[in-house]
């Protein structure tokens, strides 16, 4: 299973998102879900969970019809572990 890293699922979200609000919507998230992780007790966890923010809207932009189904096969596609896509 691939790990991938916070600068290639940045790439990976540039890749399909050019929209600023949509850059910041998932730098947002992803700060957020980093927050939760180290608030809950799950610091260990928190880069892990800043990807699956970061990552979580990746097909809204281009396929708002699709959401959430597209990104499947997107983030498949990119060679991102299924547990990572599970979390999206």
Known sequence: M???????AFALLKKY????FHIQHAL???AVMKWYANELGYGEDAEYWG???LLH???FELY???HCLKALEML???GVG???IHAV
């Not at 691939?2 to 290639?8: C, Q, V």
């Not at 998102?17 to 600023?20: A, E, F, Q, S």
Request: glycine content about 4%; overall charge negative.
């Open 57 to 59: 809207d990746i097909d």
């Open 76 to 78: 498949r596609e990119a």
């Open 2 to 8: 691939k790990t991938i890293t916070r600068d290639e």
């Open 17 to 20: 998102n050019k929209d600023p």
């Open 28 to 30: 947002t998230v992803e």
């Open 82 to 84: 299924e547990d990572v």
């Open 51 to 53: 990807t699956v923010g």
């Open 64 to 66: 708002p019809e699709e």
